[in-house]
């Protein structure tokens, strides 16, 4: 059901539980009877393709190199997780949904918190700020370029591209060392 869930709202974000319990091969009731809400189900997706992205983040962290090769990939595996799955737009605007929100950001967190730390000690990125609030801010920034996709300012790439450009400036980090490629 929950892969069901997932390929059916990358397609269609309004997808109603019918509708993903008939893509299922369930009943509506089977579907309701393990999520109970359309929330809960979301929120179920919305742990499922985190735990793809992380996946994928932690196939990144292994192949190793630059903190800012390394974060800036960390980056474009978000934006490709964001633009195959819009349905994620709509989480985290209820009380229980920014909860849970937050708690998926913890491990993604953590793992920017070491990158930023590491390319502050290979001179990669401006030493002086604190790494835990240039990670606050690196978070920000993604989660307003997102608004901007979703009040349909911008496409995923022009915003991927400014997220990166943004990024690179934040963290101090020498333009002629990395420029942005642009979402690929």
Avoid: C
Avoid at 101 to 130: C, I, N
């Amino acid at each position: 059901m929950l892969d069901a869930a997932v390929r059916l709202l990358a397609q269609r974000s309004d997808a109603g539980m019918a509708a993903i319990a008939a893509a299922a091969g369930v009943t509506r009731q089977t579907v309701y009877a393990h999520f109970g809400t359309r929330e809960a189900l979301l929120d179920a997706v919305a742990d499922r393709i985190t735990d793809q992205a992380m996946a994928a983040m932690d196939e990144a962290e292994e192949n190793g190199g630059p903190a800012l090769d390394q974060l800036l990939q960390l980056q474009d595996i978000g934006w490709r997780m964001f633009e195959r799955n819009p349905v994620l737009l709509q989480l985290g605007s209820t009380r229980a949904g920014a909860a849970a929100d937050h708690a998926r950001h913890e491990p993604v967190t953590a793992r920017l918190t070491r990158l930023v730390e590491k390319g502050q000690a290979s001179g990669e990125f401006d030493p002086a700020p604190p790494a835990t609030w240039l990670v606050a801010a690196v978070t920000a920034l993604g989660h307003a370029a997102g608004d901007e996709v979703g009040a349909h300012h911008m496409s995923v790439e022009e915003a991927a591209t400014w997220l990166r450009t943004a990024t690179l400036a934040l963290l101090g980090a020498s333009p002629g060392t990395r420029h942005p490629r642009g979402f690929a």
